[in-house]
Nanobody
Framework: QVQLVESGGGLVQPGGSLRLSCAAS???????MGWYRQAPGRQRELVAV???????IYADSVKGRATISRDNAKNTAYLQMNSLKPEDTAVYYC?????????????WGQGTQVTVSA
């Protein structure tokens, strides 16, 4: 089992920046790492994914403002968000996913609150 713990959330002014961290209890080198978010009354949505080999994808809503990265040696994934908007307000969740022919591994953190407000 892999435990994921997010940190770095908080209150930030519009236009500001945050760096979220996702610390894993075990090696993540073979996992795709993702960040998702969920605002009140809305479905959880993809923010960004970094594949095990390093390729990335971003939701249109954050493209150009978000950067996902990983440090496999530290078992940690990151989400840098700049030019934050009120609509970025949500609970942000870290995800580790590994799909193989023989099985699937899928882990989630407990989330960290991001609030963008003046």
């Amino acid at each position: 089992q892999v435990q994921l713990v997010e940190s770095g959330g908080g209150l930030v002014q519009p236009g500001g920046s945050l760096r979220l961290s996702c610390a894993a209890s075990a090696s993540i080198f073979q996992y795709d790492m993702g960040w998702y978010r969920q605002a009140p009354g809305r479905q959880r949505e993809l923010v960004a994914v970094i594949r095990s080999l390093g390729s990335t994808i971003y939701a249109d809503s954050v493209k150009g403002r978000a950067t996902i990265s990983r440090d496999n040696a530290k078992n940690t994934a990151y989400l840098q968000m700049n030019s934050l908007k009120p609509e970025d307000t949500a609970v942000y969740y870290c995800n580790a996913h590994w799909l193989t022919i023989g099985g699937e591994y899928d882990y989630w953190g407990q989330g960290t609150q991001v609030t963008v407000s003046a």
